[in-house]
Structures are given as structure tokens and as C-alpha cells.
């Protein structure tokens, strides 16, 4: 994928010039982390006109026997990124440096990561929810890396990140190219506000293993 060829391109400026570090920091200190062009804008340019639409599919709630799709909860479409072409495994080997660096730091024994491409077309979105559930340990760590060039706010697509159960307005995160979102999937309610044109991000949750003898986590 194009998106990611071009983010993964100049990986190590990231890590290099404090990102990790401030996202370490915002956990530690409050939970989550939102670092505007903290990826540079231009290296993503080429993406929207590169993606393969085929390779996308609807998007749904819940795991394994659970999943369903829900168009009244959410109605975007994914690209699981599997490691296959060598930008997935580029893209992959950025993540792992970023779970290594957040385990040196905060102890949190992220073990797994998957991500997927998140596709809005104009009218879609999805309603507020949790990434995880407390309790269940399964997703920690929820990252989303933004793939818009010259968003607006008539363009609307706009992340609410709630910061508990009870807050009713959400800080507003515009979905503007180079934007890294990092929050932990058990402690913040969140919802994406309906884009009024194609609107691309890559989300990500880092995982702790939860196997035992009767079941692997996370599945194969």
C-alpha cells in the first residue's frame, strides 16, 4: 500500500526525534497521547490515489464468534495489514519498535500488535465505544495514524476522545494528515463523526497474551 511505502520510508526520523518519547510521556501522564504533523504530511501525498478499493472490506463489531457488522454502530471499511508486501512488514517493524520502546519505559507487556487501513466514504461513521472492555485484557494500547491531506473542518470525520464514562464533549482530534493518536483502549470512550468526504487512517491496538491451555490469544 502507497500510505504505508511512504510513511515507512523515513521511519527512524520518527523515533529519532522524540515522538516515542512524548508518547510515553502522555501515557504515563494522562492516558493518551495526540501529536499533530508528527508525521511529515508529504510523505503521504500519494496514497488516495494508490489505494486498492478491492482489497477493502465492510467493516464489523465484536471478535471472533462474536463479530457482526452493525451499520447503525459503524459503516467504514478495513484492510487488515498482514505483513505480506514489504511496506506491511516495514510498516509492522515500526510498530514493534514503538511496543518495545513503550515496554522499556511504562512495563505495560504489550505483546501482540494488529492494524488495519480504515476507510470513511462521504456520510459514514462510527458511534462512541471502547476498544476494550475492562477487565478482559486483551487490546491495551489503541494507535491511529492519520492519512488526510488538506482536511478542513467542513470536511467533519473529526476523532471525539472522551475522557471517561461521563464526559459528554470529548476532546476533538482533526483526522489532518501526519496526526498519531495513541490512548489506552480501556480507559477512553471515543467516536468518529461523520466525514463528508474519503477520510483514511491506520488503527492499531497493541495486545497482552491472554492464552491458555483451551485458547490462544490473540487467535491465528
Keep these: 500500500m502507497a500510505a504505508i511505502e511512504s510513511f515507512v520510508n523515513d521511519y527512524d526520523e520518527y523515533t529519532n526525534d522524540g515522538l516515542f518519547q512524548r508518547i510515553a510521556n502522555d501515557i504515563s501522564s494522562k492516558g ?23 482489497k477493502f472490506t465492510q467493516a464489523g463489531i465484536g471478535r ?17 495489514i ?54 478482559e485484557a486483551n487490546r491495551v494500547l489503541s494507535l491511529v495514524v492519520y492519512l488526510n491531506p488538506d482536511w478542513t473542518l467542513d470536511d467533519g470525520g473529526e476523532l471525539l476522545l472522551y475522557r471517561d464514562m461521563h464526559d459528554m464533549e470529548g476532546l476533538r482530534i482533526t483526522p489532518a494528515a501526519g496526526t498519531v493518536v495513541v490512548f489506552l483502549s480501556e480507559d477512553f470512550p471515543h467516536e468518529v463523526l461523520t466525514a463528508h468526504r474519503d477520510r483514511y487512517s491506520i488503527a492499531g491496538w497493541f495486545r497482552v497474551n491472554t492464552s491458555t491451555a483451551e485458547r490462544v490469544d490473540p487467535p491465528l
Design 82 to 135: 498482514t505483513g505480506e508486501s514489504e511496506p506491511g512488514r516495514r510498516w509492522l517493524s515500526w510498530a514493534a519498535e514503538l511496543q518495545q520502546f513503550l515496554n522499556r519505559r511504562l512495563f505495560l507487556g504489550l505483546f501482540s500488535f494488529e492494524s488495519h487501513f480504515a476507510h470513511y466514504s462521504p456520510g459514514d461513521y462510527y458511534r462512541r465505544h471502547l476498544d476494550a472492555f475492562k477487565g
Design 64 to 80: 471472533d464468534t462474536q463479530h457482526m457488522q452493525n451499520i447503525f454502530v459503524r459503516q467504514d471499511e478495513i484492510c487488515w
Design 32 to 54: 493518551y497521547s495526540v501529536n499533530p504533523a508528527a508525521l511529515h504530511p508529504g510523505l503521504l501525498l500519494e496514497h488516495l490515489a494508490q489505494m486498492n478499493a478491492g
